[in-house]
C-alpha cells in the first residue's frame, strides 16, 4: 500500500491508525468533544461522511489528535454508543430506589425531544449494525445490560404492588423498552405528536398499562 493510500485510510477511518503523542490539555475534555462531534457529523452528513478528518474538524483538532484517543471509525464509533448507553443506565439509576416507569420513561421522551442528534444518529447506527459486527455487538451487550437493569426495577414494583405482576417482568421490561424506542424513531419525522400535553398523556397512558388491575391484591394482602 503506497503511504497516500495509508494516509487516506487513517483520515477517513477505513484502515489503521498509528497512535500519536499525547496531545496536551484535559483528556477527557477532549475525548468527549470528539464524541460530540461525531454525533454531529453522523446527524448532519450521514454516517458514511462521519470520517476522522471530518469529525477533527467539527472538533477543531487535527487527525492526528483524532487518532491518539480512537485508532478508527470504527472505534470512535463504538465508543460514542458506549458513552449514550452509559447515560441510559444513569437514567434507570436515578429512578431505581423509587421503581418509577413514568420518570424513567419521561427521561427517555425528554432525551429524544431535548436533543436533535440523539434518535438521527441512533437510527443508523442499528441500521449499519446489520452489517458492522462491531456495532452490533455493542448495541446487544448494552441494551441486553438495560433491560436487566429495567427488569429489576420492575421486579421491585411488582413486590411492592405498585407494578402489575400478571405479566412477567422481563417481558414488561422488554415491552417498555420498545414503546420508548418506537416513539423516539418517530420524534424527528412527526414531532408535532409530541407536543408537551401529549408526552403527559402518553406518560399515563404508559403507567396505566403496568399498574396493577383495580380489584388486584397487593402480594403482602391475604
Not at 492526528?64 to 472505534?75: C, I, L, P, Q, S
Not at 458492522?132 to 411492592?160: C, D, K, W
Not at 401529549?198 to 399498574?211: C, E, F, K, N, Q
Request: glycine share 6%.
Amino acid at each position: 500500500m503506497t503511504k497516500s493510500a495509508v494516509r487516506q485510510g487513517e483520515e477517513d477511518g477505513s484502515g489503521p491508525a498509528a497512535r500519536r503523542g499525547r496531545p496536551t490539555g484535559d483528556h477527557a475534555a477532549k475525548r468527549a468533544a470528539l464524541l460530540e462531534a461525531a454525533a454531529a457529523a453522523i446527524a448532519q452528513e450521514g454516517y458514511a461522511n462521519a470520517s476522522l478528518r471530518n469529525v477533527a474538524r467539527r472538533a477543531g483538532y487535527t487527525t492526528g489528535a483524532v487518532t491518539y484517543y480512537f485508532a478508527n471509525k470504527e472505534e470512535l464509533v463504538t465508543a460514542l454508543l458506549e458513552s449514550w448507553f452509559d447515560s441510559y443506565d444513569a437514567m434507570l439509576v436515578a429512578v431505581r430506589p423509587q421503581s418509577d416507569v413514568r420518570a424513567q420513561t419521561e427521561a427517555w421522551l425528554l432525551r429524544t425531544t431535548g436533543d436533535p442528534e440523539f434518535w438521527p444518529v441512533m437510527c443508523q447506527l442499528l441500521a449499519h449494525a446489520r452489517t458492522e459486527p462491531a456495532l452490533a455487538a455493542v448495541i446487544e451487550r448494552r441494551y441486553a445490560h438495560f433491560r436487566r437493569l429495567y427488569t429489576s426495577i420492575l421486579e421491585t414494583g411488582q413486590a411492592e404492588g405498585s407494578i402489575r405482576a400478571d405479566i412477567p417482568a422481563d417481558i414488561l421490561a422488554d415491552q417498555l423498552s420498545a414503546m420508548a424506542d418506537g416513539w423516539m424513531m418517530l420524534y424527528p419525522l412527526e414531532p408535532q405528536r409530541f407536543t408537551p400535553d401529549r408526552v403527559r398523556t402518553l406518560l399515563d397512558a404508559t403507567v396505566a398499562l403496568i399498574s396493577p388491575p383495580a380489584t388486584a391484591h397487593r402480594p403482602d394482602e391475604a
